[in-house]
Structures are given as C-alpha cells and as structure tokens.
C-alpha cells in the first residue's frame, strides 16, 4: 500500500504567476483535504475534497482553487500568487471523517 | 472556527509518561477529537481519535472528559523520537491550533 505522495517537493516562482500542486491519495481513500503551512505555525485549513466536490473550505481567497479526480489525485491551484503564499503545502487523504495520512509537503516559494 | 487551546511547550524526560492536555470547550457533539504529531521536516502524522470514550492504541491513550470539554494525549513512556509538535484537533476538516512543542530530556 503506498503513501500520500506529493509534487514537485520543492518550488520556486515569481509573484503573480500560478502554480499547480499535486497529490496522490493513499489508495482506497476517497477524501483530500489541503493545508498551508507558514513557518513555525500550525498547517492551515484551505479545503477539502470527497468524491470529487468540495466539502469544506477555510478562510482562503478564491485564487486558491482545488480539483479531485475519478482515481482521487488532487490538484491546489493558486493564481496570483503573493509572497505571503510561500509556505509549505500539505495534502492528507483519508476515508471520510476517519484519520488523515500527510503527504511530505511541497514547498513554495515566492520571489 | 473550530478552536482548540493547547500549551505551548511541554518538556519531559525519556522513558516517563507525558500527559499533553488540550481544551476544546465549544465542540458539538458530533466532532471527534483527534490528534497529530509532526516530527521536524516532515508532514503531521496521525496518532489517535475518539469522541467520547477513552481510546487505547500502540502510540498512545487518549483521555477524554466526561463534558467532552478536553482531552488528554498519554505517552505511557515517551523516547526521543517522541519529540515533535502535538495537535489536538476538532472534526475531519482538521484545524490545527499551534501546537504543543513536546521536548523529550535524555
């Protein structure tokens, strides 16, 4: 059985351009929830995905925008991105309202 | 906003049980309680849940309160490689609190 997977694992670009990340769910997982983590802070909620809809979102401006897919990958979006966007980003697959299993993160950048 | 409150830092020695409280005073009734720890460089990792009963399994034992107004995260005998940040957390849509920083003394 194989892990959350994440990528690229590192990232650096420019202000106001956009970037795609990507996971891989756990298999048999049907649930995807992605998290923003600043350094030395908690990771923050951005959204979640079941079964291919949204099913929660936190305090985040729409630039940031998701998709899951049919074999539950996902994808976070960001448009425009802004210096304050430099973080690590976590994804974590799970079974609905089960325990969620992290990815190792992919860190952006921002210049 | 689910908010949990959670000390900053604890500190313990190897090999002694640590007790890692966390309160979560506005819960409803239906969110479980859940708890992740994240080792330096690396994603959260899962440890236990529960939602109203104490819950038991190879990491650790998770106490709750009977007004489900806290909980406490047990290490029965931490190690070294127990140090890391602990968060105490509402629902499956996780919101994570700062953490406790838990540092583990040889």
């Known amino acids: 059985e194989t892990g959350v997977t994440q990528s690229p694992t590192h990232l650096i670009k420019t202000r106001g351009q956009q970037v795609t990340l990507r996971c891989s769910s756990q298999s048999g997982h049907n649930t995807v929830s992605w998290y923003q983590q600043a350094l030395g802070q908690g990771p923050q909620f951005i959204f979640q995905y079941y079964r291919e809809e949204e099913n929660g979102r936190g305090n985040f401006p729409p630039r940031f925008s998701g998709l899951q897919f049919p074999n539950y990958s996902s994808e976070l979006n960001v448009n425009a991105l802004e210096l304050d966007d430099s973080a690590l980003y976590l994804c974590a697959s799970s079974v609905r309202g089960n325990e969620q299993y992290f990815g190792p993160g992919t860190r952006l950048t921002v210049t | 906003d689910a908010k949990t409150t959670q000390p900053n830092s604890m500190e313990s020695n190897e090999e002694e049980p640590v007790h890692l409280p966390c309160n979560h005073s506005t819960i409803s009734g239906t969110d479980y309680i859940h708890w992740y720890r994240q080792l330096p460089s690396q994603g959260p990792e899962y440890v236990i849940h529960?939602?109203?009963s104490n819950v038991n399994n190879r990491m650790a034992s998770l106490a709750i309160a009977e007004d489900r107004k806290s909980s406490t995260l047990i290490l029965h005998r931490a190690t070294l490689r127990d140090a890391a940040v602990y968060y105490c957390t509402r629902d499956d849509k996780i919101i994570f609190g700062k953490g406790t920083r838990l540092h583990i003394l040889p």
């Open positions: 529960g939602l109203t």
